[in-house]
């Protein structure tokens, strides 16, 4: 085993009543591969069933990216980036985004946050970002769709025609106008974004912990561990990713994209 293969992929800090959990793959821009996903869904599970934390925040190592969403450069090596325990698969990408607990879980973007890195702040409940980080679902871009429940969270998170223009644009947008958008919360400067999602996080555990799991629960509809409500949703998503994933333009997009030229698309 390398150094790099013994360094954790997800790294968990305790705070009193919060678990801070970090990506941990700085030089890989925090993208999720097998590791980052068996980690972060255990890291949440652990915490949702610890008593004494009351509030999650999540982060990304270093100082340029939160997530970059899925590796791929483990794809192009034929590695999957699911969970190894195929149990634990049902949590969905990275672990988080078909993972309902229970627990405010706040993102605490610190850079970019692109593709599976904005459907993580999606499938969070607070999200506060630094001044530098930047949002957006490229994957129109690329050939592909953002099938990590960005296509339809981000149409219900943000007014209807603002989401559809970022989902179908594939336009990044700042941290002041995802601000202005109601996609975080507050956008704060860059060397302060962890304590200011801690301290948020600490107003949260502040209060009656069993109230605030009725009161996410109710609100994002998780009924006996699962939200009923979007399971419609995410099995029109299933059938659309064997769609575009397997056409000729979901090859092109990345190879367009790696010769540094326009793709030519055949829409097949």
Do not use: Y
């Not at 601000?179 to 975080?184: P, Y």
């Amino acid at each position: 085993m390398t150094e790099q293969d013994s360094t954790p992929a997800v790294l968990v800090e305790r705070r009193g009543h919060v678990a801070v959990i970090t990506i941990n793959r700085p030089d890989a821009r925090n993208a999720v591969n097998s590791a980052v996903a068996d980690g972060l869904g255990d890291a949440l599970d652990q915490a949702d069933n610890d008593r004494e934390i009351r509030a999650i925040v999540l982060t990304g190592a270093g100082d340029k990216s939160f997530c970059a969403g899925a590796d791929l450069k483990a794809i192009a090596r034929g590695e999957g980036i699911d969970a190894t325990d195929r149990s634990r698969r049902k949590w969905g990408f990275a672990g988080v985004v078909t993972h309902p607990i229970s627990t405010p879980l706040i993102a605490a973007v610190n850079g970019t946050a692109l593709g599976g890195g904005t459907e993580l702040v999606l499938a969070s409940d607070l999200a506060v970002a630094a001044e530098r980080a930047t949002f957006g679902l490229p994957e129109v871009k690329r050939g592909i769709i953002a099938g990590a429940g960005g296509a339809f969270r981000i149409v219900a998170a943000l007014p209807k025609k603002i989401g559809m223009e970022i989902l179908l644009t594939g336009r990044a947008v700042s941290a002041s106008q995802a601000a202005d958008l109601g996609l975080v919360n507050r956008v704060v400067p860059d060397a302060d974004v962890l304590d200011a999602a801690i301290k948020l996080a600490e107003e949260v555990a502040a209060n009656a912990p069993l109230a605030v799991q009725a009161s996410k629960r109710l609100a994002v509809g998780i009924v006996d561990g699962a939200v009923p409500a979007e399971s419609d949703q995410w099995a029109a998503n299933t059938t659309e990713l064997i769609t575009v994933f397997t056409s000729e333009d979901a090859k092109e997009g990345p190879r367009a994209f790696a010769e540094k030229r326009s793709p030519l698309w055949r829409a097949e």
